[in-house]
């Protein structure tokens, strides 16, 4: 089992069905043509390992969980179409937070550098389970970790 914590930043595009608007609010009034976001997430995954192969000083493996997201910053810019006019606005949201909100998959590498010491390289895709942000977003992530392991107890 592994954890982690991850911070960056999370940038897209959203046309107008993809942005989910609370009932009553000003952008369910108007017709939203795209979103622009900028948003400063936390991510902390929570994962399972099965190693597939394990050779004296490397290990293949597979990994499995589950993501939640904290919603530092949001930053979006609504298009939207107001009385025949087109208009953009700023909108500006804070700490919304997303339990269990993605499928976090990764299969890796992890190389014995030195004594104690390994080094991990493992792409990943985070399927989401759930929408994310002021906008509930089906929010899908590819990344690359690269990491350093280090076994204090390791003979």
Do not use: W
Request: proline share 5%; net charge positive; glycine share 8%.
């Amino acid at each position: 089992m592994q954890a982690g914590f991850y911070a960056g930043a999370k940038k897209y595009i959203a046309g107008p069905g993809d942005y989910n608007v609370k009932s009553g609010s000003y952008l369910s009034m108007v017709q939203i043509k795209s979103i622009k976001a900028n948003c400063m997430v936390y991510e902390i995954p929570v994962t399972f390992q099965y190693n597939l192969f394990t050779k004296p000083k490397t290990v293949y493996y597979l990994s499995a969980g589950i993501s939640s997201y904290l919603m530092k910053t949001e930053d979006y810019d609504f298009t939207v179409v107001r009385n025949n006019t087109v208009y953009t606005y700023p909108y500006y949201y804070k700490k919304n937070s997303h339990l269990l909100a993605a499928l976090h998959i990764t299969a890796g590498v992890e190389k014995k550098m030195l004594n104690k010491l390994y080094l991990q390289v493992a792409p990943f895709v985070n399927i989401p389970l759930n929408g994310v942000g002021e906008g509930k977003i089906k929010l899908y992530t590819t990344g690359l970790n690269v990491g350093l392991k280090y076994f204090p107890f390791e003979k």
